[in-house]
């Protein structure tokens, strides 16, 4: 089939009057760098999150008791438990390494949360109810979900919002946030990447999606850790290799290679 290119545009006149942001090339590198490695984080967090749930639900005594999962990082490891009733239980748990297309260890079996799990889910719940009872401009477009990464740093928290979807051809770019909050789960802090949704689709009349582009406002300047988190968990299902962001913000093209785990500036 015929391969094209699909741009995806959202830009506005107030965004292309605004001051452009100035960063030296080391500068600009540094934090790519590190939007790079945490995109990483997210995608290990959420495909493993993504191959257990699905392994829980093929396990009918775990599909049973299923009440909800947690991801945490553990010596190196990612790991996924399965939480029975009420949160108060591990039905079971699934542990990732290497590679993230399957589980280097499962376990089934009932056990009780150790202190590290507790205080997580704790932590998560209090930020959860901090965002409904403060009414923050958390959306969840209609046919889509919100899938929820919480990454300690310091001796704070901080929880990602980034948008899932079960339609077929499509990668569902925006839609994201991060809140940031203390060591007792108080929101310090928030921001939305994008300003809405934005549904990149693999097919366009008949024909292949070679690369997609989106842009960005001024207040998301670059390339987003949820950018790349979601085409790492998408792009493969579509055999698509790259995504390039317009940022208005620094006046370049920031494209990132999933062969290549890389991130270039044009």
């Known amino acids: ?27 600009l590198n540094n934090r790519l760098d590190s939007i790079l490695t ?14 257990s749930t699905d392994l829980a639900f093929e ?16 010596q190196g490891e990612i790991k996924t438990i399965i939480l029975g009733e009420k949160h108060q239980t591990c039905i079971a748990e699934y542990v990732f390494k290497n590679n993230f297309n399957k589980p280097k ?5 009932k056990r009780e949360l150790s202190d590290k799990e507790k205080t997580l889910i704790e932590i998560r719940e209090k930020i959860l109810e901090n ?10 477009p209609e046919g889509y979900k919100l899938n929820l990464i919480l990454l300690p740093f310091a001796d704070k928290y901080k929880l990602y919002m980034i948008t899932g979807t079960t339609q077929n051809n499509e990668i569902p770019f925006g839609n994201d946030y991060i809140f940031i909050a203390d060591k007792n789960g108080k929101i310090e802090s928030w921001h939305k990447f994008h300003s809405r949704l934005i549904p990149t689709y693999t097919m366009m009349n008949g024909n292949k999606v070679e690369e997609s582009i989106h842009s960005h406002l001024m207040t998301t300047p670059l390339i987003t850790a949820t950018d790349i988190c979601t085409f790492m968990l998408y ?5 698509i290799d790259a995504f390039s962001v317009y940022s208005p913000a620094i006046g370049k093209y920031m494209t990132y290679s999933l062969e290549k785990n890389k991130i270039t500036v044009k």
Do not use: D
């Not at 945490?38 to 191959?51: F, M, R």
């Not at 260890?105 to 079996?109: A, F, N, R, V, W």
């Not at 792009?235 to 055999?239: D, H, R, S, V, W």
């Open 1 to 27: 089939m015929k391969k094209i290119s699909l741009l995806v545009l959202s830009l506005f006149s107030s965004i292309l009057l605004a001051q452009k942001i100035e960063l030296s090339e080391n500068e």
């Open 38 to 51: 945490e995109g990483n984080l997210l995608y290990k967090y959420e495909k493993s999150a993504w191959i």
């Open 59 to 74: 396990n009918p005594t775990v599909k049973a008791e299923f009440y909800g999962y947690l991801t945490y990082e553990e």
């Open 105 to 109: 260890s499962e376990k089934i079996e």
């Open 131 to 140: 965002i409904y009872e403060n009414k923050y401009e958390v959306t969840v």
């Open 235 to 239: 792009a493969p299902l579509y055999g």
